[in-house]
Every structure is written in C-alpha cells, then in structure tokens.
C-alpha cells in the first residue's frame, strides 16, 4: 500500500492532473498527493524549493508525468534526478512510476537517461492506467481497481481526445512543390513551381507554366506537406464518426477551378485517396470527411498533396494558399 505519492509534471500538462488524482482517491481514499501545481498544497509565503525537496524525501511513490513538454521543464527533471538518487541510495525508499502522454515515442520517453529500463505505462491506454493504480492499491485492494473499469476507460479517451485537439497537423512537416516535368525540360524547376511556409501552418504554392517552352504541357502540379511520422486519422473516428480534414485554400486571382487532395500512405507514396474540390476565386473553406475512408491506409498517411491538372485551371501562372489544416472533430467522448 502506498502512503504518499509525488507527481512531477510539466506546468502545460497540469490539465490532466484532475482525473488522475480523482482514480488514484477512489483507489484509496486516504493517501496523500503531492503535485506542484495544486496551489493549495504549498502554504503561501513558504520556500518552493525547500516544499518541494521536503515532499520529495518522504514520498514512497514518484510518478513521472513524461511527455514533450516534461524534458523541456527544468523543475521537472531536476524532480526526477532528486527521486532517482533516492532509488539508487535504496530500491524500496522510493517507487518510480513513469507514465507517458502521446505523442511522446514510449521507445524515446526515457532514452538516454539511467532509468531507461523502467516499466512505462501510457495515460491514453486503459490498461496502462490500471496497472499504475494497481501499484498504488497493492494486491488486497485489487478489485477497488477491478470497479473502476468504466471511469478508467473514460479517463483514458479523455487524455487521447484532449491530446488530438491539441495535435498540430503542420508541426514538424514539410513541404515541396513538384509537376509532371517533361523531358529534356531546360527550365530549373524552381522557375516553375514554387513553394514554401510563409508563416506557421500557412503554405503558399507559385505554378508558372507559361515558362516552359512551347507545346510543353505538365500533367499535373502539387504541393505536397510530408510528415516524418506518420498520422493516424483513424484515432479522429473513434471520437467522432462524422470528424472531417479540412482546410482553408486562397485562390486570391481566381487562378484555378477546381483541386484534388490526395492523400498518401508507405514508402513509395501511394495514392490512399483521392478527393476532388470545386473551388471560387478567394476564400474556399475545404471539408474531406473521414469515415469514407476508414481503412487500414488512413492509419499511415505520411503525404497530403494539393493536385491542380492544365483542366482545374483557368490560367497557366497562378498562386494559392493552403492553411488551417486540421481535422474537425466534436469534443464530445464517447466514452462519456
């Protein structure tokens, strides 16, 4: 049984704390929770520090909140040293539980650090939740945890929803602009087509067919954004059965009628999905439901292109905007 609990956390992942500590009560009522970001649990005019370094040399278990934001705050790292010098100085002072929030790798989440053979358990996972409270509970209250199935569960989607609403499609991806160049072509492609991020998440695509030399005629032109991992557009589905990618494209000229987005899965980038848009000159807010779609590929798209054929277009040298690029998905789990 655990008496005393210390949870480091990132301050930007305080959202998560209040079902976790609510299982945790239901599992034992009496146990006392240490976490930072409670105001109430560090008297006002008391020394941060010293609260803290005091909560961390008697608590029996520690439990490391890791996620991206965690490694990039130094208050929590330094938490993790001070709890693992304790483990080392004797295994049974101090328990160490890490458990994980997506989209943190489980491989990479303590990867070069001396604790990397722990056991982590994921937040987003109901199994992994239980196997935590089960530390917490000890063997004679195993079935407190075996009643808590339900709000496990729950608990579990909510930090898989929460996360996806605050999962940037445009974070981390790149982008390039590609055409069906005919051979022989004495044009640098980069005369041709054009395309760069001009600011976070809004990427700007140039075509200048007009350049190529007379009778060349590209079959296509693209903006592709190519993800180093890839997305699971799935996960929207289980949320939502009507989520939705959409995005928002600029035609501020008028230079096009229609576009095809494609969407791409594997190592050589094949075609999942296709799907064609009649567009008007401005602002075209762009709606590509999922369910349609639900397959195994829409798990592994690691390419979204932006496609204009010679027949989408209504002039040969044009520009358009792609930006807002997101899936739309009810908050609603559920689960709930």
């Known amino acids: 049984m655990v008496n005393k609990i210390f949870i480091s956390h990132s301050t930007k992942n305080a959202w998560l704390l209040e079902g976790l500590m609510s299982l945790i009560r239901e599992v034992d009522p009496g146990v006392d929770i240490f976490c930072s970001s409670e105001a109430v649990v560090i008297p006002s005019g008391a020394n941060y520090k010293e609260v803290i370094y005091s909560r961390l040399s008697d608590a029996d278990m520690f439990i490391a909140i890791l996620s991206n934001e965690y490694w990039t705050s130094r208050y929590a790292i330094l938490e993790l040293g001070a709890a693992y010098q304790r483990y080392c100085f004797d295994h049974r002072s101090v328990s160490i539980q890490p458990v994980l929030v997506p989209p943190l790798d489980k491989d990479m989440a303590l990867a070069n650090t001396p604790l990397v053979e722990l056991q982590i358990e994921e937040l987003a996972?109901?199994?992994?939740?239980?196997?935590?409270?089960?530390?917490?509970?000890?063997?004679?209250?195993a079935g407190a945890v075996d009643s808590l199935n339900v709000k496990i569960a729950e608990y579990a989607g909510y930090i898989r929803k929460s996360v996806l609403k605050m999962t940037s499609l445009t974070q981390d991806v790149?982008?390039?602009?590609?055409?069906?160049?005919?051979?022989?072509?004495?044009?640098?492609?980069?005369?041709?087509?054009?395309?760069?991020?001009?600011?976070?998440?809004?990427?700007?695509?140039?075509?200048?067919l007009s350049r190529l030399p007379a009778g060349q005629h590209p079959a296509f032109v693209s903006l592709a954004l190519e993800y180093w991992d890839e997305i699971d557009f799935t996960e929207y589905l289980v949320f939502d059965k009507d989520a939705a990618f959409s995005?928002?494209?600029?035609?501020?000229?008028?230079?096009?009628?229609?576009?095809?987005?494609?969407?791409?899965?594997g190592e050589t980038h094949k075609v999942y999905k296709a799907e064609k848009r009649v567009l008007e000159q401005g602002i075209n807010q762009i709606r590509i439901p999922l369910q349609p779609m639900n397959h195994k590929p829409l798990s592994e798209i690691n390419q979204i292109c932006f496609v204009v054929t010679p027949e989408d277009m209504n002039r040969t040298d044009g520009e358009f905007v792609v930006s807002d690029i997101e899936v739309q998905f009810e908050a609603k789990n559920i689960l709930e």
């Not at 996972?125 to 209250?141: V, W």
């Open 174 to 208: 790149g982008c390039g602009a590609y055409y069906d160049e005919p051979a022989g072509n004495p044009v640098p492609k980069d005369r041709i087509v054009r395309a760069h991020e001009t600011e976070p998440g809004r990427f700007l695509m140039e075509f200048h």
């Open 247 to 265: 995005f928002t494209l600029d035609d501020p000229e008028g230079a096009l009628r229609s576009i095809t987005v494609e969407f791409k899965f």
């Open 125 to 141: 996972d109901p199994k992994g939740i239980s196997m935590l409270l089960r530390e917490i509970a000890g063997p004679e209250n």
